[in-house]
Protein backbone atom coordinates (compact mmCIF):
# COMPACT_ATOMS: atom_id res chain seq x y z
CA UNK A 1 0.00 0.00 0.00
CA UNK A 2 1.44 3.10 -1.43
CA UNK A 3 1.50 6.76 1.26
CA UNK A 4 -1.09 8.28 -1.24
CA UNK A 5 -3.61 5.41 -0.84
CA UNK A 6 -2.78 5.29 2.91
CA UNK A 7 -3.52 9.19 2.96
CA UNK A 8 -6.56 8.44 1.57
CA UNK A 9 -8.18 5.97 3.67
CA UNK A 10 -6.83 8.05 6.59
CA UNK A 11 -9.16 11.15 5.26
CA UNK A 12 -11.95 8.99 4.42
CA UNK A 13 -11.86 7.63 8.07
CA UNK A 14 -11.50 11.29 9.22
CA UNK A 15 -14.78 11.78 7.62
CA UNK A 16 -16.97 9.56 8.45
CA UNK A 17 -15.50 9.52 12.21
CA UNK A 18 -17.21 13.47 11.19
CA UNK A 19 -20.11 12.45 9.79
CA UNK A 20 -20.83 9.65 13.10
CA UNK A 21 -20.38 12.58 15.38
CA UNK A 22 -22.47 14.91 13.27
CA UNK A 23 -25.44 12.59 13.06
CA UNK A 24 -25.18 11.53 16.72
CA UNK A 25 -24.88 15.29 18.09
CA UNK A 26 -27.96 16.29 15.35
CA UNK A 27 -30.01 12.73 16.80
CA UNK A 28 -29.39 13.90 20.47
CA UNK A 29 -30.48 18.12 19.05
CA UNK A 30 -33.96 17.01 17.62
CA UNK A 31 -34.55 13.85 19.97
CA UNK A 32 -34.16 16.48 22.86
CA UNK A 33 -36.03 19.45 21.03
CA UNK A 34 -39.11 16.78 20.74
CA UNK A 35 -38.68 15.72 24.46
CA UNK A 36 -39.27 19.53 25.34
CA UNK A 37 -42.17 19.75 23.31
CA UNK A 38 -44.06 16.72 24.54
CA UNK A 39 -43.51 18.19 28.09
CA UNK A 40 -44.23 21.21 27.39
CA UNK A 41 -47.97 19.88 25.81
CA UNK A 42 -48.45 17.99 29.23
CA UNK A 43 -47.73 21.24 31.54
CA UNK A 44 -50.45 23.08 29.21
CA UNK A 45 -52.68 20.21 29.26
CA UNK A 46 -51.95 19.69 32.96
CA UNK A 47 -52.33 23.72 33.50
CA UNK A 48 -55.46 23.66 31.94
CA UNK A 49 -57.31 21.01 33.08
CA UNK A 50 -57.34 21.96 36.77
CA UNK A 51 -59.23 25.55 37.69
CA UNK A 52 -57.83 28.64 39.58
CA UNK A 53 -59.17 29.04 43.33
CA UNK A 54 -57.25 31.78 44.00
CA UNK A 55 -60.71 34.00 44.61
CA UNK A 56 -60.70 31.99 47.76
CA UNK A 57 -59.12 33.23 50.87
CA UNK A 58 -57.88 32.05 54.02
CA UNK A 59 -59.87 32.32 57.71
CA UNK A 60 -58.59 31.19 61.01
CA UNK A 61 -62.77 30.35 61.13
CA UNK A 62 -62.15 27.21 58.61
CA UNK A 63 -59.60 25.45 60.43
CA UNK A 64 -61.45 26.21 64.87
CA UNK A 65 -62.93 22.35 64.40
CA UNK A 66 -59.15 20.70 62.96
CA UNK A 67 -57.23 18.46 64.82
CA UNK A 68 -54.81 20.54 67.24
CA UNK A 69 -51.44 19.95 65.42
CA UNK A 70 -53.12 21.27 61.97
CA UNK A 71 -54.57 24.12 63.67
CA UNK A 72 -50.68 24.92 64.74
CA UNK A 73 -50.00 24.23 60.86
CA UNK A 74 -51.75 26.53 59.60
CA UNK A 75 -51.61 29.21 61.76
CA UNK A 76 -47.98 29.21 61.20
CA UNK A 77 -47.78 29.05 57.62
CA UNK A 78 -51.11 31.10 56.23
CA UNK A 79 -52.06 34.72 57.10
CA UNK A 80 -55.54 35.41 57.49
CA UNK A 81 -56.84 36.87 53.92
CA UNK A 82 -53.79 34.13 52.09
CA UNK A 83 -55.49 34.07 48.79
CA UNK A 84 -55.74 30.25 47.84
CA UNK A 85 -52.75 28.93 45.50
CA UNK A 86 -54.35 27.29 42.29
CA UNK A 87 -50.51 26.61 40.15
CA UNK A 88 -47.37 26.01 41.53
CA UNK A 89 -43.84 25.79 39.49
CA UNK A 90 -40.63 25.17 41.15
CA UNK A 91 -36.43 24.22 40.35
CA UNK A 92 -34.43 22.34 42.38
CA UNK A 93 -30.78 20.64 42.63
CA UNK A 94 -30.10 17.90 45.15
CA UNK A 95 -28.56 14.45 45.25
CA UNK A 96 -30.03 10.78 43.84
CA UNK A 97 -29.29 7.16 44.20
CA UNK A 98 -31.48 4.29 43.07
CA UNK A 99 -30.13 2.11 45.60
CA UNK A 100 -28.79 1.43 48.57
CA UNK A 101 -24.96 0.69 47.44
CA UNK A 102 -25.37 3.38 44.21
CA UNK A 103 -23.41 6.38 45.32
CA UNK A 104 -24.92 10.02 45.56
CA UNK A 105 -25.63 11.78 42.06
CA UNK A 106 -26.34 14.73 41.26
CA UNK A 107 -29.85 15.71 40.28
CA UNK A 108 -31.66 19.36 38.90
CA UNK A 109 -35.64 19.19 38.37
CA UNK A 110 -38.75 21.08 37.59
CA UNK A 111 -42.04 20.43 39.18
CA UNK A 112 -45.33 21.68 38.00
CA UNK A 113 -48.74 21.55 40.25
CA UNK A 114 -51.99 21.98 40.04
CA UNK A 115 -53.86 22.08 43.35
CA UNK A 116 -58.22 22.79 42.45
CA UNK A 117 -57.77 19.14 41.08
CA UNK A 118 -54.59 17.07 42.60
CA UNK A 119 -52.16 16.93 39.45
CA UNK A 120 -48.24 17.14 39.11
CA UNK A 121 -45.56 16.95 36.38
CA UNK A 122 -41.71 16.62 37.85
CA UNK A 123 -39.07 16.74 35.05
CA UNK A 124 -35.45 15.27 36.80
CA UNK A 125 -32.28 15.47 35.23
CA UNK A 126 -28.96 13.07 36.08
CA UNK A 127 -25.71 14.34 34.13
CA UNK A 128 -23.80 10.59 33.98
CA UNK A 129 -20.97 11.60 31.31
CA UNK A 130 -20.18 15.36 29.37
CA UNK A 131 -23.31 14.91 26.86
CA UNK A 132 -24.59 11.69 28.08
CA UNK A 133 -28.10 12.30 30.83
CA UNK A 134 -31.19 10.09 32.23
CA UNK A 135 -34.26 12.74 32.36
CA UNK A 136 -37.19 10.89 35.21
CA UNK A 137 -40.75 12.13 34.22
CA UNK A 138 -43.02 11.40 37.09
CA UNK A 139 -46.45 12.42 36.50
CA UNK A 140 -50.70 12.37 38.15
CA UNK A 141 -52.30 13.90 35.32
CA UNK A 142 -56.36 13.80 35.16
CA UNK A 143 -56.41 10.80 37.98
CA UNK A 144 -53.77 9.26 36.06
CA UNK A 145 -49.85 8.41 37.04
CA UNK A 146 -47.23 7.88 34.89
CA UNK A 147 -42.93 7.41 35.54
CA UNK A 148 -40.82 6.64 32.77
CA UNK A 149 -37.12 7.45 33.16
CA UNK A 150 -34.99 7.67 29.70
CA UNK A 151 -31.41 8.29 28.57
CA UNK A 152 -30.71 11.81 26.57
CA UNK A 153 -34.30 12.11 26.56
CA UNK A 154 -34.97 10.01 24.03
CA UNK A 155 -34.50 6.19 24.50
CA UNK A 156 -36.96 4.68 27.27
CA UNK A 157 -35.13 2.68 29.74
CA UNK A 158 -37.84 1.94 31.94
CA UNK A 159 -41.56 2.72 31.85
CA UNK A 160 -44.06 1.67 35.12
CA UNK A 161 -46.58 -0.53 34.85
CA UNK A 162 -49.88 1.89 34.29
CA UNK A 163 -52.37 1.35 36.62
CA UNK A 164 -54.21 1.88 40.07
CA UNK A 165 -51.13 1.05 42.03
CA UNK A 166 -49.30 3.51 40.00
CA UNK A 167 -52.43 5.67 40.19
CA UNK A 168 -52.21 5.80 43.67
CA UNK A 169 -48.31 6.26 44.14
CA UNK A 170 -48.07 9.27 42.50
CA UNK A 171 -51.44 10.77 44.34
CA UNK A 172 -49.28 10.16 47.41
CA UNK A 173 -46.30 11.93 45.90
CA UNK A 174 -48.64 15.21 45.53
CA UNK A 175 -50.21 14.64 49.13
CA UNK A 176 -46.05 14.89 50.20
CA UNK A 177 -45.85 17.98 48.81
CA UNK A 178 -48.22 19.79 49.28
CA UNK A 179 -46.26 21.49 52.47
CA UNK A 180 -44.96 23.24 49.43
CA UNK A 181 -48.43 24.98 49.10
CA UNK A 182 -50.38 24.90 52.10
CA UNK A 183 -53.57 26.22 50.92
CA UNK A 184 -53.92 22.56 49.16
CA UNK A 185 -54.22 20.94 52.20
CA UNK A 186 -57.13 22.92 53.83
CA UNK A 187 -59.82 21.39 54.03
CA UNK A 188 -61.26 20.88 50.12
CA UNK A 189 -64.53 18.53 49.02
CA UNK A 190 -61.24 15.76 48.58
CA UNK A 191 -59.02 16.05 51.40
CA UNK A 192 -59.88 15.87 54.93
CA UNK A 193 -57.83 15.16 58.69
CA UNK A 194 -58.31 12.89 61.59
CA UNK A 195 -56.73 13.60 64.72
CA UNK A 196 -54.12 10.83 65.83
CA UNK A 197 -51.97 12.97 68.83
CA UNK A 198 -51.01 16.44 69.91
CA UNK A 199 -48.09 16.86 67.55
CA UNK A 200 -49.66 14.11 64.62
CA UNK A 201 -52.76 13.74 62.81
CA UNK A 202 -53.68 12.03 59.44
CA UNK A 203 -54.49 14.01 55.93
CA UNK A 204 -57.19 11.68 53.67
CA UNK A 205 -57.73 12.04 49.76
CA UNK A 206 -60.05 10.67 47.80
CA UNK A 207 -60.22 11.86 44.51
CA UNK A 208 -60.74 10.01 40.72
CA UNK A 209 -62.26 6.79 43.28
CA UNK A 210 -58.14 6.78 44.30
CA UNK A 211 -57.61 6.83 48.06
CA UNK A 212 -54.31 8.02 49.86
CA UNK A 213 -53.92 8.61 53.24
CA UNK A 214 -50.51 9.77 55.27
CA UNK A 215 -49.61 10.57 58.93
CA UNK A 216 -48.05 14.50 59.44
CA UNK A 217 -46.28 14.97 62.40
CA UNK A 218 -45.86 18.76 63.42
CA UNK A 219 -43.39 20.36 65.85
CA UNK A 220 -44.41 22.82 68.49
CA UNK A 221 -43.55 25.54 66.29
CA UNK A 222 -46.43 24.03 63.46
CA UNK A 223 -44.11 23.26 60.93
CA UNK A 224 -44.77 19.79 59.48
CA UNK A 225 -41.43 17.73 60.18
CA UNK A 226 -42.24 14.32 58.31
CA UNK A 227 -44.72 12.29 56.45
CA UNK A 228 -45.23 8.57 57.00
CA UNK A 229 -47.09 6.65 54.29
CA UNK A 230 -47.38 3.24 52.97
CA UNK A 231 -46.73 3.80 49.06
CA UNK A 232 -46.40 1.60 46.44
CA UNK A 233 -42.78 1.27 45.10
CA UNK A 234 -41.74 0.29 41.70
CA UNK A 235 -39.55 -3.06 41.50
CA UNK A 236 -38.92 -5.67 38.94
CA UNK A 237 -41.77 -4.22 36.83
CA UNK A 238 -44.44 -4.67 39.63
CA UNK A 239 -45.21 -3.20 42.68
CA UNK A 240 -44.40 -3.84 46.25
CA UNK A 241 -46.28 -1.76 49.32
CA UNK A 242 -43.60 -0.17 51.42
CA UNK A 243 -43.48 2.46 54.17
CA UNK A 244 -42.45 5.66 52.97
CA UNK A 245 -40.89 9.01 54.93
CA UNK A 246 -40.60 12.33 54.15
CA UNK A 247 -38.81 14.86 55.81
CA UNK A 248 -39.29 18.51 55.93
CA UNK A 249 -36.14 21.41 56.96
CA UNK A 250 -34.95 24.63 56.33
CA UNK A 251 -38.44 26.51 56.42
CA UNK A 252 -38.68 30.32 54.98
CA UNK A 253 -41.19 32.08 53.32
CA UNK A 254 -42.55 31.99 50.17
CA UNK A 255 -44.38 34.75 48.86
CA UNK A 256 -46.79 35.30 52.62
CA UNK A 257 -46.14 31.54 53.53
CA UNK A 258 -44.02 29.67 55.21
CA UNK A 259 -43.10 26.36 53.58
CA UNK A 260 -39.91 23.93 53.58
CA UNK A 261 -37.13 24.61 51.02
CA UNK A 262 -35.47 21.06 51.82
CA UNK A 263 -37.00 17.72 52.05
CA UNK A 264 -35.77 14.37 51.99
CA UNK A 265 -37.21 10.58 50.80
CA UNK A 266 -36.74 7.75 52.04
CA UNK A 267 -38.13 3.69 51.79
CA UNK A 268 -38.65 1.99 54.88
CA UNK A 269 -38.13 -1.68 54.03
CA UNK A 270 -36.63 -4.96 56.01
CA UNK A 271 -33.31 -4.16 55.84
CA UNK A 272 -34.19 -0.76 57.18
CA UNK A 273 -34.01 3.43 56.24
CA UNK A 274 -33.01 3.86 52.28
CA UNK A 275 -32.60 7.70 51.97
CA UNK A 276 -32.99 8.33 47.72
CA UNK A 277 -33.39 11.86 47.34
CA UNK A 278 -32.41 15.15 48.91
CA UNK A 279 -33.95 17.93 47.21
CA UNK A 280 -33.44 21.72 47.67
CA UNK A 281 -35.87 23.93 46.41
CA UNK A 282 -33.78 26.88 45.10
CA UNK A 283 -36.99 28.64 43.33
CA UNK A 284 -40.79 28.65 43.60
CA UNK A 285 -43.16 30.50 41.88
CA UNK A 286 -47.16 30.65 42.35
CA UNK A 287 -50.03 31.27 39.66
CA UNK A 288 -47.84 31.76 37.21
CA UNK A 289 -49.07 28.74 34.96
CA UNK A 290 -46.48 28.60 31.98
CA UNK A 291 -43.38 26.40 31.86
CA UNK A 292 -39.59 28.02 33.13
Known amino acids: MNLQHKKKILILAIIMSFVV ?5 VTISLGDMLFKQQIEREIKRLYSASGDISNKTFSPEQIKDLPEPVKRYFTHSLEEGQHYISYVKLKHTGEFRQDENQKWMPIEGHEYFTTEIPGFIWIGKISLLPLVWITGIDMYLEGRGAFQIKIMSIFTISDAPRGKELDESELMRWLAESPLFPTALLPSN ?12 KAMIN ?9 FHFNKKGEIIQMNAD ?10 KEKWLGHYSNYAPAENMVVPWN ?3 SWNSEIGNFTYAKFKINDIKYDDPVKY
Not at 21 to 25: L, R
Not at 190 to 201: F, I, K, Q
Not at 232 to 240: K, Q
Open 21 to 25: VFAYF
Open 190 to 201: YLHWEPVDSDSA
Open 207 to 215: YSGTKVEAL
Open 231 to 240: RYRAVDNSFV
Open 263 to 265: IEV
